[in-house]
């Protein structure tokens, strides 16, 4: 390196493409997966905003308190625990309804089953029960096949049936198919977990409130990164 003249070594100026990389970037739109997009700008304006001065940490901070206000309300949820993406939020949300040795029942094509790298398994010791469903969506006789080994203590037990609303195929449950499935399971003594990572899409296409998809599940997820936000989820706890 250079010699300053006090004997230091000079200090050369970096360029930002160094540091960063050279990224190359395309104003093709690209329909891969919902996260080739960017944040929205709305949400970096009020990350921005939400950055200025000094408050509590670890979530005791106004902005959490209203965020977690303001989802319980919008779900008619008891409490809101929020996470760095989809993975964690359906683990976690699985982990309050089952016991290691119990199952959870998916369709095939889940992303729990196809997308997470065995995180369930590896982290909640729990086994996935799988079903074909050529539209991704479980219906109660699907999700009836699977519960022939109840009350066999050398058989994993069937204790959560997990959908994802919109689908990984892109379908959407109707009202009517989620009221059938909520009832099917209180009447079987299952717990209902929504993987809601594209929760936002299916509400706009229903056209309904955030609650009529809630009331059936006992744990949901409510992804954010998907619509624009930035390494933003969140498990509501009916």
């Not at 940490?57 to 409490?79: F, H, I, N, Q």
């Not at 079903?131 to 080994?149: E, F, I, M």
């Not at 509400?203 to 809630?214: E, G, K, R």
Request: a negative charge; glycine letters at 10%; proline letters at 4%.
């Amino acid at each position: 390196s250079q010699q300053s003249g006090g004997g230091r070594p000079a200090r050369e100026a970096v360029p930002d493409t160094y540091l960063l990389g050279s990224p190359t970037v395309t104003s093709r739109k690209s329909f891969g997966s919902d996260n080739h997009a960017g944040a929205h700008e709305a949400v970096l304006r009020m990350m921005a905003q939400a950055n200025e001065g000094h408050v509590h940490a670890y979530g005791d901070d106004p902005w959490t308190e209203r965020v977690t206000s303001e989802l319980c309300t919008l779900a008619g949820a008891r409490a809101a625990y929020f996470v760095f993406n989809g993975t964690a939020a359906n683990i976690l949300g699985l982990s309050l309804i089952l016991h290691p040795y119990e199952a959870v029942i998916c369709a095939e094509t889940a992303h729990l089953n196809v997308d997470e790298c065995g995180a369930a398994e590896r982290l909640l010791g729990s086994k996935l029960l799988t079903v074909p469903a050529p539209d991704g969506k479980l219906t109660p006789d699907l999700v009836a096949t699977r519960l022939g080994g109840r009350h066999d203590e050398h058989r994993a037990q069937p204790r959560a049936v997990c959908i994802t609303q919109v689908t990984e195929l892109g379908t959407c449950y109707s009202l009517a198919e989620l009221r059938a499935l909520g009832e099917f399971c209180r009447a079987h003594d299952l717990r209902l977990y929504i993987d809601g990572a594209r929760l936002a899409n299916a509400v706009a296409h229903l056209d309904c409130p955030v609650t009529d998809i809630a009331a059936e599940a006992d744990v949901l997820s409510f992804g954010g990164t998907k619509s624009g936000a930035l390494a933003a989820e969140a498990v509501l706890v009916m």
